[in-house]
């Protein structure tokens, strides 16, 4: 089956700095891959996916990018705000196969 | 939408009895899925359904737990006998997946259920 890693396990980052967060997943079959943000004791929250047949997506402050040979995607998060603490999560599905697997989490804390 | 809704959001109970976790998807959704969250393993995939019928259970810890779904808008995780060891967050969601298995597939995750096994 499907194995995702994930690093770091906690990052933590000065208000307006940069933030990334990478993955890697086994099964080269899988072809959707999305990101999870977590607060304190609420329901993950899909953030940013990506699919298979791109390499790069973005919405305003976040970003995502595969590289399918590599077998690894990164979640970009620019000009950090103390909001943007949480647990983050990456996830990776199968064509076919509608579960997801997740990666063990990052901690992420913005300092003000 | 209300999106996905659980309960009860807290269950407290003795080793050895019968708990009951509920799901309602989003309407319209026709994939339901029942996750598990610990500090030690993470987020587990339980179960999950495709129009009412349940594709993969490989995750389902052991017998002591079960899960059913009888119709579209509903969704039940038992466990019996519980132990302490099933102390966790509960989470249930659901998604809509084309026919072609590749479109949608955002998934959408209730409040969850947090279990407490004394």
């Known amino acids: 089956g499907e194995n995702v890693e994930q690093h770091p396990s906690t990052l933590s980052v000065q208000e307006g700095d940069s933030a990334v967060i990478k993955c890697t997943y086994s099964d080269s079959a899988s072809n959707y891959f999305p990101w999870y943000k977590q607060e304190l004791g609420k329901r993950p929250q899909l953030i940013i996916d990506i699919r298979s047949n791109v390499g790069e997506k973005k919405d305003q402050r976040i970003a995502v990018t595969l590289n399918k040979t590599a077998k690894h995607f990164s979640l970009h998060i620019t000009e950090t705000q103390p909001e943007d603490s949480a647990v983050y999560f990456c996830?990776?599905?199968?064509?076919?196969?509608?579960?997801?697997?997740f990666g063990s989490g990052t901690r992420l804390q913005v300092q003000p | 939408d209300a999106g996905v809704i659980q309960s009860p959001r807290h269950e407290v109970t003795e080793m050895g009895q019968e708990v009951t976790l509920r799901c309602k998807p989003i309407?319209?959704?026709?994939?339901l899925f029942w996750y598990r969250q610990t500090m030690m393993r993470g987020l587990e995939l339980l179960i999950y359904f495709n129009n009412n019928v349940p594709i993969d259970d490989s995750g389902m810890p052991e017998d002591r737990f079960s899960a059913k779904m009888p119709n579209a808008s509903f969704s039940t995780l038992k466990i019996q006998p519980s132990e302490p060891r099933d102390s966790a967050v509960y989470f249930c969601?659901?998604?809509?997946?084309?026919?072609?298995?590749?479109?949608?597939?955002?998934?959408?995750f209730g409040p969850g259920t947090r279990l407490t096994v004394t």
């Open positions: 996830a990776a599905s199968q064509a076919g196969r509608r579960a997801l697997t």
């Open positions: 309407s319209g959704h026709n994939s």
């Open positions: 969601a659901s998604s809509l997946v084309g026919t072609s298995g590749s479109s949608g597939r955002e998934q959408y």
